[in-house]
Structures are given as structure tokens and as C-alpha cells.
């Protein structure tokens, strides 16, 4: 098992001024959707690898818009088969 926290950083700015941020959770979001198009090894006997999103988590102060977003992602290896 491999244990990934990824960072993903965006653009702060108040609602109000939405327009003028980059939204953190979004780009994760996209990351995300991009992690679950990636193919991963197989291994005859124990199977595929299997990468988890376990965690995404992210905060903004009042009314703004998120400049952070934390992912963690678990990789769940087996060896390559040659």
C-alpha cells in the first residue's frame, strides 16, 4: 500500500467576487475523475492494482472560495508481470 496526500491549490476570492478565484475542490474534482481513467497493473493471481480515494478535505473562511484542497489516495499495489 502506497499513501499519496496531494495537495491541490487553487485561487481565493470572495463569492461575491467568485469570478476572480480558482475553486481548489473543483480542480481536485478533476484530478479525481482523471485518477479513475488511469490503468493501473494486473497481476494474473492477485488481481489489479487499485488506487482509493479515501479522503478530500478543504476549507475557506467565510463567505470565499476554497485556495486548498488535501486528497489522500490509497495505492493498492500487486507486482508487475513481466
Not at 15 to 23: D, G, L, Q, V
Request: aromatic share 2%; proline share 4%.
Amino acid at each position: 500500500r502506497i499513501l499519496c496526500e496531494v495537495i491541490v491549490e487553487g485561487k481565493t476570492a470572495h463569492a461575491a467576487e467568485s469570478h476572480k478565484a480558482i475553486n481548489a475542490i473543483e480542480k481536485a474534482c478533476l484530478l479525481i475523475t482523471a485518477l479513475s481513467s488511469l490503468t493501473l497493473p494486473e497481476h494474473n493471481k492477485l488481481g489489479k492494482t487499485k488506487l482509493i480515494v479515501q479522503k478530500i478535505s478543504a476549507h475557506a473562511d467565510s463567505f470565499s472560495v476554497p485556495d486548498s484542497c488535501k486528497i489522500e489516495i490509497s495505492l493498492l499495489t500487486t507486482p508487475a508481470t513481466s
